[in-house]
């Protein structure tokens, strides 16, 4: 979805808490840079949960002696000559071999016809959507059979062209194109969160979906707005309105193809749901940012305060909460959990697609 290229490495078998693992992430090309790692390198993985395993360690050149004894997962001994290389970064993209460009810590293929990239944009349009048996494989088989090359085309996919692939029959057909016409309608702050930009996640969707209230207005930000305007929105820095500035502007030509098939509706400018006339106060860490947590209570009808007093609901404590928990408890204010906060705001589903950020 934004065009990084996660590298993986390959590491001798390794058994962690049960699983053989032989392959790790490496989050970014930044993290290479960081580790100093190079091809033959002994390194320490850890792996939390069902987490993918990570290397968080390097501890230099290993010897052919700590490749003995090692077993891929079906049995079969490990064997390999060991070497040392310097780790070359790609230059091209493996997908559309179109040229890579280096974003800080990132690799990016930054073409929007890149196939990875399209195929990656449509199924995470199709997932925010929360459209039912709309799938990755679907989708792939859609792109190859040349019957969509964009968002928008979903739209025009008729019966026939459907129930035609391989495994589709036509109970399925029908399905997907009832649940495509159920997203024909939109709230901006659908619409601009399923457009999968780059940091632009429910919550921040939605702060922007507020302040503009229409897409037309967005489009003339965009076009001859300010950044400044933007930036004045609580919670939203210069940064993320650039992104969100080039966001649009690179996928104009999809924005307005889609404005053509499916309505788009003007924002309810009113903050209201779940938490409707609570007052919340956040401390210690968490596991999502801070304006992240509050840009959701706001979103779901509730008020964030800097300090504990009597009038508070609630204290979100996190880890290392020191003073403001101590105050609260004094003063008999509920406490609770990040997680707790979000099962109370989850009829809305507005935290759903943090898994769905690395797209
Ligand atoms: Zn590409």
Redesign the pocket.
């Given at each position: 979805r934004t065009?990084a290229i996660t590298p993986v490495a390959r590491i001798a078998p390794q058994m962690v808490g049960g699983v053989t693992v032989e392959n790790v992430t490496l989050h970014n090309v930044g993290e290479v840079e960081r580790l100093g790692l190079k091809i033959g390198d002994k390194v320490t993985i850890t792996r939390r949960g069902d987490v993918i395993p990570k290397i968080i360690e390097n501890l230099g050149p290993a010897n052919q002696k700590d490749l003995e004894n090692r077993f891929h997962a079906n049995g079969d001994e490990f064997s390999i000559q060991l070497k040392q290389e310097q780790i070359i970064i790609p230059q091209?993209?493996?997908?559309?071999?179109?040229e890579?460009v280096i974003d800080g810590a990132f690799l990016r293929?930054?073409?929007l016809?890149?196939?990875?990239?399209t195929n990656r944009a449509i199924t995470y349009w199709c997932r925010s959507l929360e459209m039912d048996g709309i799938g990755e494989k679907l989708v792939e088989l859609l792109l190859d059979k040349g019957l969509i090359s964009s968002i928008a085309d979903l739209y025009s996919l008729e019966h026939h062209q459907i129930s035609s692939l391989e495994r589709m029959g036509d109970k399925s057909a029908n399905n997907v194109i009832e649940e495509l016409n159920k997203t024909k309608n939109l709230s901006l702050s659908k619409f601009l969160h399923a457009l999968g930009m780059e940091r632009i996640g429910p919550e921040v969707a939605s702060v922007f979906a507020q302040h503009f209230i229409t897409m037309e207005a967005i489009l003339k930000w965009v076009d001859s707005g300010e950044i400044e305007q933007v930036t004045q929105i609580d919670g939203i820095g210069e940064k993320v309105a650039e992104i969100f500035k080039l966001g649009i502007q690179k996928r104009r030509q999809s924005i307005d193809d889609l404005m053509e098939l499916i309505g788009i509706n003007d924002e309810d400018s009113k903050h209201s749901g779940s938490l409707d006339n609570q007052t919340f106060c956040i401390t210690g860490s968490h596991s999502r940012g801070r304006k992240e947590i509050a840009l959701a209570i706001k979103n779901a009808g509730g008020k964030v305060v800097g300090s504990v007093s009597k009038n508070l609901d609630y204290l979100v404590a996190g880890e290392k909460a020191g003073s403001k928990l101590i105050t609260a408890e004094g003063l008999g204010i509920t406490i609770m959990t990040e997680t707790e906060l979000f099962e109370k705001i989850k009829p809305q589903k507005s935290s759903t697609s943090k898994t769905l950020f690395e797209f």
């Open positions: 065009g091209l993209c493996p997908a559309c071999e179109r890579l293929c930054i073409s016809e890149c196939e990875a990239r």
